[in-house]
């Protein structure tokens, strides 16, 4: 099993650029969400899904855009980059509210 | 006032001690989390806890749903438990983590 599968792992962006942060599970896990985290913060939820079709927005939505079409893949959409949005992303997964966790290896992005 | 609060957030200890990293949380939850950071590394579930104690290897983690409070225990610590140690709460479908604890182990 791969588990989370998260790409890329390094990404530079310049202000205002899009990207997309690719994650896939391959474990048919319901719940998938995406996190970020900063130094002395913490992980902080971005938007989570509890299942094909259904998102919904976290502590810090704002800038990121995210769909669920199919239930292994959950891409997190950066539409217009800005230097606040340099952070690591972690997407997780797991089969019903909190158990069978994990996370994918996460992406460091960088945004000048 | 942060939801979930761990202390320490920094922890040193020499090869063999006994660790204890504490988490409080002031909203109900379904489960706890235990959660393993190595440095540039992922993340790994360690233990999920809705009630009692927990044990696996030289890590116990036990919870007290009343007091709102769980610890995790490491026994005769070795620099390979050198992490970053988080609590995460899972509440309505979402985890709301810790801001960590970081702890060094030297031999």
């Known amino acids: 099993n791969a588990g989370v599968t998260q790409t890329p792992k390094f990404q530079v962006l310049k202000t205002g650029q899009s990207m997309t942060l690719q994650c896939a599970q391959d474990?048919?896990?319901?719940?998938m969400s995406w996190y970020r985290q900063d130094p002395g913060m913490g992980l902080r939820l971005i938007h989570y899904?509890?299942?094909?079709?259904?998102?919904d927005q976290g502590e810090v939505p704002n800038g990121y855009n995210v769909s669920r079409s199919t239930t292994e893949d959950f891409p997190l959409r950066l539409l217009s980059a800005a230097p606040s949005q340099t952070s690591v992303y972690f997407c997780?997964?797991?089969?019903?509210?909190?158990?069978?966790?994990?996370f994918g290896e996460g992406s460091r992005l960088t945004v000048l | 006032k942060n939801e979930v609060e761990q202390s320490p957030q920094n922890l040193t200890a020499q090869e063999g001690e006994f660790i204890t990293i504490n988490c409080s949380y002031s909203?109900?939850?379904?489960?706890l989390h235990w959660l393993q950071q190595h440095p540039g590394g992922g993340i790994v579930s360690l233990f999920m806890?809705?009630?009692g104690k927990k044990k696996h290897g030289r890590l116990i983690a036990t919870i007290n749903i009343q007091e709102k409070h769980s610890s995790l225990h490491i026994t005769a610590s070795h620099p390979r438990d050198s992490a970053v140690y988080i609590c995460?709460?899972?509440?309505?479908?979402?985890?709301?983590f810790g801001t960590g604890t970081r702890l060094q182990v030297f031999p």
């Open positions: 909203v109900g939850i379904s489960a």
């Open positions: 997780a997964s797991s089969y019903s509210a909190g158990h069978g966790l994990f």
């Open positions: 806890l809705s009630s």
């Open positions: 474990m048919n896990h319901e719940y």
């Open positions: 899904s509890v299942g094909a079709g259904i998102t």
């Open positions: 995460a709460a899972y509440n309505t479908d979402k985890l709301i």
